[in-house]
């Protein structure tokens, strides 16, 4: 229960930007690309993220307060990840779509708590994290935020490339599981007007 719990809170905030046209003067999106990332308006952007068990250290499944962990996985295009319990492999293509970016994501476990305390710290986030979207196009964004039972809680804290100096809010949405056991979910980035430079 504890390690589900875990996993579909974390990859509930994994997932990020790609191609944001309009938001950097001067750098145009790439072809392969454009296809890939829906945007609700200029200044949202959407990714799928299949998270990969395998690619998770001990802590990840069991840790303890205080234990550090990481687990990766494959940055997709919008759309392209199956719901429900799928069969997709975070590594191959869905459907001839091929992953566009690696998401990582590491951090410390604050929970369990001491018995004794657990109801009084009932609101403290029982995980610490920080994700990476990194674009195969050398793009990345950088989350960061903690995990409580309600969900993820992340903000934008900048980005590499093109995505330099990205601010905003990260929402992201579990909407299955992959082969690995680990959750395919949709990440939307909506970053502030004119942080982008």
């Known amino acids: 229960m504890k390690r589900t719990i875990k996993i579909v809170l974390f990859a509930m905030a994994l997932a990020v930007l790609a191609s944001l046209p309009g938001i950097s003067p001067g750098f145009g999106p790439l072809v392969e690309l454009q296809s890939v990332v829906k945007a609700a308006n200029k200044n949202t952007l959407t990714f799928d ?14 840790g303890n307060r205080g234990d ?13 990840l199956p719901a429900g319990n799928a069969s997709n492999d ?9 992953p566009i970016g690696e998401w990582t994501c590491r951090g410390q476990s604050a929970a369990p708590f001491p018995p004794a305390l657990e109801a009084a710290y009932s609101a403290t986030p029982f995980a610490f994290n920080t994700q990476y979207f990194m674009l ?51 990440a939307e980035f909506t970053i502030r007007p004119g942080s982008v430079h």
């Open 136 to 186: 195969n196009d050398g793009r990345a964004l950088t989350v960061e935020g903690y995990a409580i039972p309600a969900g993820e809680r992340l903000s934008l804290t900048g980005g590499i490339g093109g995505f330099s100096g990205a601010a905003g809010d990260v929402e992201e949405e579990g909407f299955g599981t992959n082969a690995t056991g680990c959750p395919n979910f949709r």
């Open 68 to 80: 550090a962990w990481i687990v990766s996985g494959k940055i997709f295009p919008t759309g392209t």
């Open 49 to 62: 993220v299949a998270c990969d068990c395998r690619m998770g250290s001990p802590g990840f499944f069991t």
């Open 90 to 98: 975070p590594t191959l293509p869905v459907n001839g779509v091929a």
